[in-house]
């Protein structure tokens, strides 16, 4: 029997993970986090069997108890109860916590030897270097769950990094992809959250909108594969059947293609190095009828070239990226700041570090990426005052 453990099991990622760890028979699950939610989270761990179950909400611990009650499963709360679930021993892991508190939990499993089945890319963007250097010295795995990554990993397999040109990263261009700008700028929390192919957790949802969760996967797929940021490149593709393309020294281009489907991600991780059955439905290409592609805009869509910038300047930008991003997602979601602001705001925190020069050291260390991540918020929250001021 091979042991999982999956962090954030109540979200989008997580319950499409529990739904394949629930259909394989050669799986125990070890430990389910989650949050807010304690009556999923207690019935996925009454279906899986789990050893353990806990909620990231430290005032829920009477809740989560009282729900598991008589089950045998045991039950914890708080932050450092989450890190030592994912420390706990376990063949594969499932890092599906949204945000940068995905990081140290995903560390705790590289630090035990785990497979770590990547879907938070914050991880990545945050600190990278720190992420891939943890999983070498303990000699874990890392397998991506972003569909695009995925699809990048798959279509490198057998193949000669050195022979990579270019990376072709799509994006299905979210739902304002045709919007004007004006409208953009009044978009409201449920049209940005309406994503038109993908059903995914609400934040990522409006990341995908405003094609910051596109800048995210650039960062993520140079971080991960090592790819020189000019050879990433992204393309829109509204019907989000190919996932990503990489393009050889001989000018073919191996696609990756699937449905809008998150479980063909999680189940390739799943079951990798083989390839099991992943109850995903099959393309039915005449159907289709027509693939399209197009550029983005760069206008509408500021997130691209900022995180190009991010890419170029290294060293901690990445954790200062993501943290104001974040705290820009939180404040829009508040009603406190327009879609456009949110882009601006990161922006501005960014410039005013980098010209503070306080992004240049490596992040080498977890205690430099919180320094970072902890400025950049507090930047962010100011930047955003100052506006409405
Ligand atoms: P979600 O919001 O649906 O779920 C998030 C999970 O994290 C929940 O279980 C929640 O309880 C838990 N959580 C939230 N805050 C927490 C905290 N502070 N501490 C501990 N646990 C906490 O998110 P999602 O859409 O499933 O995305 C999860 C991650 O996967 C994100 O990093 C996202 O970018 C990435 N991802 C998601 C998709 C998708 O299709 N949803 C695709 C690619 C990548
Ligand atoms: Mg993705």
């Given at each position: ?7 954030g099991a ?15 028979d ?6 389910l ?26 005032d829920r611990?009477?809740?989560l ?6 089950t ?10 989450v890190?030592?679930?994912a ?21 705790a ?6 497979t770590?089945a990547?879907?938070n ?23 991506p769950v ?7 990993f798959?279509?490198?397999m ?10 072709i ?15 953009m ?8 959250a309406?994503?038109?192919s ?7 949802s409006?990341d ?7 800048a ?33 020294a ?10 809008a489907d ?15 059955p992943v109850?995903v ?8 009828a027509?693939?399209e592609?197009?550029a983005?805009d ?7 070239r ?18 104001a991003k ?10 406190a ?11 501005t ?6 010209a ?10 977890l ?5 970072v ?9 100011q930047?955003?005052a100052?506006?409405?001021?």
């Amino acid at each position: 029997m091979r042991r999982v453990t999956i962090l954030g099991a109540t979200g989008s990622i997580g319950r499409n993970t529990v739904d394949l760890v629930a259909r394989a028979d050669d799986l125990s699950t070890v430990a389910l986090t989650g949050a807010g939610n304690i009556a999923l989270l207690a019935e996925q761990a009454k279906r899986l069997g789990a050893e353990l179950a806990v909620t990231a909400h430290e005032d829920r611990l009477e809740a989560l108890r009282a729900a598991l009650a008589g089950t045998g499963i045991a039950a914890a709360a708080g932050r450092a109860a989450v890190i030592e679930a994912a420390s706990r021993p376990a063949d594969w892991v499932m890092s599906a916590i949204v945000g940068a508190a995905g990081l140290e939990p995903g560390l705790a499993a590289l630090r035990q030897g785990a497979t770590l089945a990547l879907a938070n890319k914050e991880s990545l963007v945050c600190a990278g270097p720190l992420v891939l250097a943890e999983a070498a010295r303990h000699g874990a795995t890392i397998l991506p769950v972003d569909s695009e990554h995925s699809a990048i990993f798959q279509a490198l397999m057998g193949e000669n990094r050195s022979a990579v040109e270019r990376v072709i990263i799509t994006a299905s261009g979210g739902p304002f992809r045709t919007w004007p700008r004006e409208r953009m700028a009044r978009a409201t929390l449920a049209e940005a959250a309406a994503h038109p192919s993908w059903s995914m957790g609400q934040r990522i949802s409006v990341d995908s909108a405003s094609l910051f969760n596109k800048a995210m996967e650039l960062i993520e797929a140079r971080e991960f594969f090592g790819f020189a940021p000019d050879q990433i490149e992204v393309v829109v593709h509204p019907q989000s059947i190919v996932h990503a393309m990489v393009g050889f020294a001989d000018g073919g281009l191996m696609a990756h293609l699937g449905p809008a489907d998150m479980r063909h991600a999680i189940g390739f991780a799943l079951h990798h190095p083989a390839r099991g059955p992943v109850p995903v439905a099959r393309l039915d290409l005449p159907a289709l009828a027509r693939l399209e592609f197009e550029a983005p805009d760069p206008e509408r869509f500021p997130a691209l070239r900022l995180s190009r910038a991010v890419m170029e300047a290294g060293g901690l930008s990445g954790a200062a990226f993501n943290g104001a991003k974040e705290t820009a997602l939180d404040l829009f979601i508040a009603g406190a700041v327009g879609f456009l602001d949110m882009a601006a705001l990161v922006e501005t925190v960014l410039d005013g570090l980098w010209a503070e020069g306080a992004l240049g050291e490596s992040p080498a260390s977890l205690d430099n990426v919180r320094v970072v991540d902890h400025l950049s918020r507090q930047r962010t929250r100011q930047a955003a005052a100052a506006r409405a001021g």
